[in-house]
């Protein structure tokens, strides 16, 4: 079994009108099966309002289903008595980098988990230590977090997360509000949680280009899972991708724009280099 | 605009008196401003500011920077002493028009006057020498014994550090706000005072909306990072007195004995 | 009728020790009618740089000129520049206060004076110009998707009919059909009113379809000014300042590498489709439907 793993997964909330009437039902996640082995990169793609987000706030037993299931390393999450030990496995970044960083020191801030779960002193030094330096962030444990750029800020909030040695991570969008150099920065930091700590890694996003070195990817609409697959199978389907909603990088649609006029190109291109070595090759 | 509000705000450098334990500061500050109700005589206030004086050049803290801080209370000083100087009943020394100036009244607004400076003056002093986040240690350590009572001590301290970092942000926030309202034509600084509040509507909506959403968010990060309150938590920095602080408080002791017996003199 | 910045700097915290030059020496001027892109990454001046334009911030040095006159003369009306030059925030959650859509659209025109009805007519016009679906006229602004708000924060602005548009990074935050659809709703509002429109991204992809003219801020210095085509032949500049050219030039210049023979200079994948045909030998115009 999967170390997330998740059995017609729905959830609902009330909607309700100014007097507090029930108005009716909105399903956010509508039976959704997942399965994530331990050492995976996975991406789940989708526009706003798809789901993606509330998806994830379930692995991180943050929302309880309202059907299914969900287990994180073999344990359900409807479980009360199992949520501190899912939190601590399943550790999750979320959007806004200013709302999650709780210390007023960079180190503190990343020492914040260790202390919650009743790590000795001595060891939280050691945690946050190689934490930092895992992501980058060394240099600057004893700056505020008032004054590091959003892509830092991030990758504080993503060693503040690393610093409960987790199993796996969960980013809810990191990097929606980045510019391209903090993105790029978050981006890098990911991988390498993934490719050298071996940490299984949810990434949420609406980028496409970020989810090219992923496992696989997912990609939800109106609470379901509409696409699932390699980047590279995903990405092929680029008329389907845009009806929902989302934005195809430039070299995959300049691809298939040309594939369309009836030059001999394979599907789903994903770099600069795959195009222009393709194109080199049918002339 | 906003920005100028400088509260509590801590001064970075190297000194001893920086690196002594929160808590030792803390109750030196807090027995310091005791001492200076205690004294009957201005000798008394003359060991307090030989005291004050060695912990400032102790600090490295510049004097100018202290003296930039208290600006603000200027205001308040003045009406102190004006109020003193004019309202006390007793001997007359100098009438003018309706207003007389006692020799009761003479010495009282010069008593306050000192007091509160020395009071103002110290209290800064300890905000200035130390980080916000080893004050709410300090703090929460100390009122540890007020747990028995079933006061939230560890909360109250979280609420405390927590606040302290979101005023920065905050009040750049509140900046945004005022420009973007600006930017369509609000106007926030004529007008009575009932149209300034009114002009306050725009400006508070979206910030106290904000400031919602940021509490919510920060909540859920908080108890997705295992956060339960304080039972079971352990300490990245716990606080342990070293001999600097023992010396520390030997030193607060000293100046109480000696200012006390000097301060309450019949001379 | 244009806004002339004549060596202007700014520095934040003038009299502090953390004194920060935001604005160094930028002189720049913006003609009437044209659609600017302002590009730099985040802390490269960009915001800075538009708050002058419409005086919320005062120029530590250097002048600014609005159709002639200087803004720093004593008797400049600043509050009339405000609503001439309309500036719309990058989060619309910081405008949006009242507790419908339309009482919010009618805030701008009412400060200026403006009586309830004329208010309120400008307040229809600027909504129908954002393209806001008229049932949400009458709906709370906090309950609109990311998209509808920022229509909402762009029609506040546009009801005090300002001469300027100037919008900060109007697409921070949505998704990517959603950024498509607010940038082409403005391209459209700069088509019907033929208004003068900046707008300030860090993204080069958002602008390079839209725009005339791209401004290209690094430092508190305009590093680049000009058409699209000619700022991106710096792509390799660009990308070293964090800042990248539209996929589409890298994938061109990875051809002309190679030895095929196109046009560097084609930022959008259209213009790209066609000049790869062309250097394959195939004329784009026969595969036109």
């Known amino acids: ?283 | ?267 | 009728m244009s806004i002339i910045l004549d060596h202007v700097s700014y520095i934040y915290g003038e009299d502090g020790p953390l004194a920060v030059k935001a604005l160094d020496d930028v002189s720049l001027q913006i003609p009437d009618g044209q659609f600017v892109g302002i590009i730099g990454h985040t802390g490269s001046g960009k915001s800075t740089l538009v708050q002058h334009m419409n005086g919320l911030l005062k120029a530590t040095s250097g002048h600014i000129y609005f159709n002639g006159e200087d803004i720093y003369d004593r008797d400049f009306p600043m509050k009339k520049l405000r609503s001439r030059v309309g500036l719309v925030f990058q989060y619309p959650e910081h405008q949006l206060f009242e507790i419908d859509v339309f009482s919010d659209v009618c805030f701008g025109p009412k400060n200026l004076g403006m009586d309830k009805k004329e208010a309120e007519l400008k307040a229809f016009d600027a909504l129908r110009k954002v393209g806001m679906p008229m049932e949400l006229y009458y709906q709370s602004p906090f309950e609109l998707s990311g998209g509808q708000k920022r229509r909402a924060a762009i029609a506040g602005v546009l009801a005090m009919a300002p001469e300027v548009l100037i919008l900060d990074e109007p697409t921070a935050g949505l998704d990517p059909k959603g950024r498509e659809e607010i940038l082409q709703q403005i391209k459209e509002l700069q088509a019907q009113t033929g208004m003068t429109i900046l707008l300030v991204s860090h993204s080069m992809e958002d602008v390079a379809e839209y725009v005339d003219r791209i401004v290209v801020m690094n430092k508190g210095k305009v590093m680049y000014d000009g058409a699209p085509k000619e700022v991106f032949a710096h792509y390799k500049e660009l990308e070293e300042v964090g800042l990248a050219a539209p996929q589409v030039t890298y994938i061109l210049h990875a051809l002309k590498d190679r030895g095929f023979d196109v046009d560097v200079n084609a930022t959008t994948t259209a213009e790209a489709v066609d000049t790869v045909l062309h250097a394959l030998g195939r004329a784009p115009e026969a595969f036109r439907p």
Not at chain 1, 234 to 240: G, I, T
Request: net charge neutral.
């Open chain 1, 1 to 283: 079994m999967g170390i997330i793993r998740t059995k017609d997964l729905v959830y609902e909330y009330v909607r309700r009108d100014e007097e507090g009437n029930v108005e009716g039902f909105t399903t956010a996640v509508d039976k959704v099966d997942l399965d994530v082995q331990p050492g995976e990169f996975i991406a789940i793609l989708g526009h706003n309002g798809s789901g993606k987000s509330t998806l994830a706030k379930h692995i991180n037993a943050i929302l309880s289903p309202t059907e299914g299931s969900v287990w994180v390393d073999g344990m359900d999450t409807s479980q009360e008595e199992h949520i501190w030990d899912i939190r601590q496995r399943a550790g999750m970044v979320f959007q806004n980098p200013d709302n999650q960083i709780i210390g007023q020191v960079v180190e503190e801030d990343v020492g914040f988990g260790p202390e919650n779960m009743g790590v000795p002193t001595k060891e939280i030094w050691e945690r946050v230590e190689e934490s930092l330096k895992a992501v980058g962030m060394y240099e600057y444990r004893r700056h505020s977090p008032n004054k590091l750029s959003g892509g830092q800020k991030q990758r504080v909030s993503i060693a503040g997360v690393l610093a409960m040695h987790p199993k796996c991570i969960v980013l809810d969008e990191p990097t929606a509000m980045l510019d391209p150099k903090g993105r790029r920065e978050v981006i890098r930091a990911v991988r390498a949680l993934n490719q050298v700590e071996g940490i299984t890694v949810v990434l949420i996003t609406h980028y496409m280009e970020e989810t090219i070195h992923a496992d696989r990817v997912f990609v939800m609409d109106s609470g379901r899972i509409a696409m699932e697959g390699t980047p590279r199978q995903v990405f092929s389907q680029v008329e389907r991708l845009q009806e929902l909603r989302l934005d195809v990088p430039q070299v995959t649609l300049l691809a298939h724009e040309l594939r369309k006029k009836g030059i001999g190109l394979p599907e789903g291109i994903l770099t600069v280099e795959e195009l222009a070595d393709a194109l080199a090759g049918s002339r």
């Open chain 2, 1 to 267: 605009m906003l920005r100028d509000i400088t509260l509590g705000q801590y001064y970075q450098t190297e000194s001893v008196i920086h690196r002594l334990d929160p808590r030792v500061k803390l109750g030196g500050t807090l027995l310091y401003i005791i001492s200076l109700f205690f004294f009957r005589n201005f000798l008394g206030y003359g060991v307090a500011a030989v005291f004050l004086a060695t912990v400032i050049g102790l600090s490295h803290v510049p004097f100018r920077f202290i003296v930039k801080g208290m600006k603000a209370i200027v205001f308040l000083l003045l009406i102190t002493v004006t109020f003193n100087l004019f309202l006390t009943p007793g001997t007359e020394l100098v009438s003018v028009w309706k207003l007389t100036i006692t020799v009761e009244g003479l010495r009282t607004a010069a008593t306050m006057a000192i007091r509160l400076t020395m009071l103002i003056i110290g209290s800064s002093l300890m905000t200035l020498t130390t980080t916000p986040n080893n004050l709410t240690d300090g703090m929460e350590s100390m009122m540890k014994p007020l747990k028995a009572f079933r006061v939230p001590v560890h909360e109250v301290a979280m609420i405390m550090s927590i606040a302290l970092r979101f005023i920065p942000i905050l009040l750049e926030e509140t900046d945004k706000i005022m420009k973007a309202q600006i930017a369509r034509g609000a106007d926030f600084e004529t007008g009575n005072i009932v149209r300034r509040a009114k002009a306050l509507v725009p400006l508070l909506v979206p910030l106290f909306i904000s400031a919602f959403r940021r509490a919510n968010d920060l909540a859920m990060a908080m108890e997705a990072r295992c956060y339960r309150g304080g039972e079971g938590r352990t300490k990245m920095k716990p606080l342990i007195y070293q001999r600097r602080d023992r010396l520390g408080y030997l030193c607060i002791f000293a100046y109480l004995a000696i200012g006390i017996t000097v301060g309450r003199l019949r001379l």
